[in-house]
Structures are given as structure tokens and as C-alpha cells.
């Protein structure tokens, strides 16, 4: 390239570039923030990701390479950033129909439970875990069966919970997001309501997030945890249940006002408060699926 010219932003051979220089230890940092801002651009990117030589093994050595600045919490901001950066590749990889099932397969999700169990509220840790919700975020988008079954398997659902209850707004949207996604699934209504204690905790989480100050929660949350509900009310276990620990402010009217311009939130609501008070169960029970130490 001659001196002053100015790249293509658009340019396949610059993104080409760009992964090569992942190789390089003196190149790696520029390419991972470049890569970053143009992976919008270019719709192949995950499929360049996953196969060129030594890449994904190059991105999930910067993510093992913070694990002792978890516990005790040292994490830098600037680490931090450039660990977000692979995730947000790893997130193009986990959104591409040709790479999300060789991504599970690689068990590559399982790199991001130590940022999920972290509780540090500093913003470096909470970039961090909201980064990687947002790479389980894109593999539940799919309503892939296999995807379900991997993070019920390898136990995501108490990682959701502990960011539905520690994290910002947004990284409670997203983890109820992808909490909504598991209960929609048979698979994973049935893994939920297996028994009281598993059923409990994630009404607890829920539950904490409806009874906290009504300004603290978004429409788009609030939708997320009905749905929750209204899907859990489905399974004759989670109906009973749900009589009488379903939250008071979810019957009171006390999201009137949130929901007044949401049409189909009301009517989520309204479908919930029907099915709870209604006295019609749901569904036949299903068989518990997974490993099933948790709860």
C-alpha cells in the first residue's frame, strides 16, 4: 500500500489482513479493535474466523491469559476492552449458521463461565460479563435444540441467574433474554421445573428484578420476565407454583403506567394474570434432560 493511501474499510483483503495479524504478537491488539469495528461489514467473517490457521486458538488465548485477574479482581479497563474485543468476534463465530454447531461442538462457550461468575461491579467486569452474555445471546437467537441442550448441560442457567441479579440493566436484559430462550424449549421448561429447589431459585431471580424500583426497569425487561413466567405456567408443576408466588406487583398494576404505550406487553401481562388466576394447568410435565446436579 503507498504511503498516505487510504484503505478500504470494505476491502475483503484488508480484513484478510487484519486476521493474519491475530499471528503476531505486536499486531495482535490494532487488529483485534479493527476486526471489532468492521465485523458488521463483512457477512463472512465468522467463516474466515473459524478457518484460517491458528486464529480461534490465537482469540482463546487472550481470554485464558486474564484468569488470574478474576480472583482476586485485578482486572485492568484496557484488558478488559481487548478481551471484549475476541468476544465480540467469538460472537460473529456463535451467530453464523456455518460456525455456531463447530462452535459448540469446540465447547468453546464453556471459556466464558469464569467472566459469568464474577461479581466484581466495577465497569471492567461488567463489560466483561455483559460481552459474554452477549456470545450466549447469539447462539439462543438460533432456537437450536442442540444449543439448548449444550447450556443446560454445562449448567448457563445459574450463570444467567447470578447476572440477572448482579448486573446492570442491560446484562439483566440479556441474561433473562437468554433465560427466556431455555424456557421456551421444552428441553429446558422441563429442566427448570424438575424439582421445587430448581424452580425456586429462578422465580428468586426473577422475582428481584420485578420487586426492585420500578424506574430500574426497562420495558424491554419486564417483557423478558413475563414471558419467563407466562412459559414456566406451562408446566402443571410451575402453574401450581406460580399460585402463589407469582410477584404482587405483577397483579397490582403497578406496571400500568410502563406498559401503557406497549400493546403487546399489556397483553403479555394480561395473559399471564389469566393463566395464573384461570385454574387451567398447563402442559403434561416433561422428562428432566441434562446433568442434573444443580438445585
Sequence with gaps: MLTGEVPNPRDPELVERLVLDLLDPELKGHALSELRKKREMFQDLALLLWNSFGTIASLLQEIVVVYPALSPPTLSLPA????????????????HPETRSHFIEARIPLYMCAFLETDSK?????????????VIGALVKADDPKVINFLLENEFVPLCLHNMTIGSELSKTVATFITEKIVVDDAGLSYICANADRFYTVGAALATMVTSPVDQLSKRLLKHIIHC???????????????????????????????????SGRHL????????????????????VGRMSWG
Excluded: I, W
Excluded at 476492552?81 to 467469538?90: D, E, F, H, P, T
Design 80 to 95: 478488559s476492552n481487548r478481551v471484549c474485543n475476541v468476544l465480540a468476534l467469538l460472537q460473529c463465530v456463535a451467530s
Design 122 to 134: 466495577t465497569k471492567q467486569f461488567e463489560y466483561l460479563r455483559l460481552t459474554s452474555l452477549g
Design 229 to 263: 413466567y407466562l412459559r414456566m405456567a406451562d408446566n402443571p408443576r410451575g402453574f401450581a407454583a406460580l399460585q402463589t408466588c407469582l410477584p404482587a406487583k405483577l397483579k397490582d398494576g403497578t406496571f400500568n403506567s410502563c406498559l401503557k404505550d406497549d400493546p
Design 269 to 288: 401481562l394480561q395473559q399471564l394474570l389469566v393463566k395464573v388466576t384461570s385454574g387451567r394447568k398447563g402442559g403434561p410435565a416433561h422428562n428432566s
